[in-house]
């Protein structure tokens, strides 16, 4: 699972155990998957899962399927009609995009609105044309939106939709224009002073982000493309030597979209990235597994052993979670708001 982007994983299952089940119960896209965790209350909560996405392949008494979120539908699904969005949050101008990818014959799916919808003056807009097909693909049209500075984080998060456990549906949840960060009720709090709650902890830093100008080319060839930048020169005052980078969307004919993502890069090139995978217990009594979510906040107790951070409490972004058949599950975290002064660079 990874912050704004479709899960995936694979499912190796017993042929003995599938016995009696016809065909279509391993038809791609026809039929799901869903992964639920069994709390030490015998509660079952879904996890993950959505759709196979192909044939499985097998072995002699093992049969292996592979499956997506379901956010992977939307990469196959466009906007076919022309919609004009003003006065609203990004994050509600995400939810009309999905309801515009779920208008299709027999294309409804179970997903409802999990973050109320909001409305004020001025707002931000977005016009999609019902021409630009190539663009409005459902799934590039939510990167979009998510890439911009302070766009919202979304996911797709599965919920049972009838007590008696016969049927799932997927909450779609978003930052607000308050926050980009997915609303949450509850923060874990992981201390890898402990190992009562983490495993294993490896922390990464990168200065590869680093850069007092961003270039972004768009459509066109030759003199034509459609070229802009964003620039900050406080670094060069700084004594950093002046770094480029460029980014490239040849879909984009105009150059106001392409100057928002180069500022939304520009907005973090005066910071290290700091990444920090933490394996933790599914089973931990004070942050089992369901009780948090790739998108939430969290609260980590760093010891003070590390050269590039400083020891101590902060608050950081779940922006990724994997795991298998044991209880132990690799959560990728990041600080955004975390910068180093220069002298400690």
């Known amino acids: 699972m990874e912050i704004n982007k479709s899960d995936s994983g694979s499912l190796t299952v017993k042929k003995a155990e599938l016995a009696g089940l016809g065909k279509e119960w391993f038809t791609p896209w026809k039929s799901s998957v869903l992964f639920s965790y069994v709390t030490p209350d015998g509660d079952v909560v879904p996890w993950c899962g959505g759709p196979i996405t192909g044939w499985p392949s097998e072995t002699l008494h093992e049969l292996e399927l592979s499956w997506a979120g379901i956010r992977k539908i939307f990469e196959r699904r466009h906007i076919e009609r022309d919609m004009k969005l003003t006065g609203m949050s990004l994050g509600s101008i995400a939810w009309e995009v999905v309801k515009a990818g779920m208008d299709k014959p027999g294309g409804g799916l179970p997903i ?10 001025p707002g931000h807009q977005r016009t999609y044309e019902a021409w630009n097909l190539a663009n409005n693909i459902v799934d590039k049209r939510l990167t979009e939106l998510s890439e911009v500075i302070n766009g ?3 996911m797709f998060r599965p919920q049972w939709a009838a007590s008696d456990m016969s049927r799932v549906r997927w909450d779609f949840v978003h930052g607000t224009r308050v926050d980009p960060a997915i609303p949450q009720a509850w923060v874990p709090d992981w201390d890898a ?40 020169l406080s670094l060069v005052t700084e004594y950093f030597p002046f770094l480029e980078s460029v980014i490239s969307d040849p879909d984009q004919e105009k150059p106001a979209p392409i100057l928002a993502k180069c500022r939304s890069a520009l907005s973090g090139s005066r910071r290290m ?12 009594v004070k942050n089992p597994l369901t009780s948090w979510w ?42 955004g708001q975390w910068f180093r002064p220069t002298d400690e660079i």
Do not use: C
């Open 193 to 232: 002073t402990s190992q009562a709650d983490v495993v294993d902890l490896d922390l990464t830093s990168s200065a590869d982000e680093i850069a007092s100008r961003v270039w972004g080319t768009g459509a066109g060839e030759g003199k034509a493309t459609v070229v802009t930048k964003a620039e900050n």
């Open 273 to 284: 990235v700091d990444q920090l995978s933490l394996t933790v217990r599914a089973d931990s």
């Open 152 to 154: 919202p984080d979304m």
């Open 112 to 121: 409802v609105h999990g973050t109320p919808t909001e409305t004020y003056s």
């Open 294 to 335: 790739v998108g939430d906040d969290a609260s980590v107790t760093l010891p003070g052993t590390f050269f590039t951070v400083p020891g101590g409490t902060r608050d950081m972004r779940i922006i990724k979670a994997s795991g298998g058949l044991n209880e132990q599950v690799s959560v990728e975290l990041q600080e």
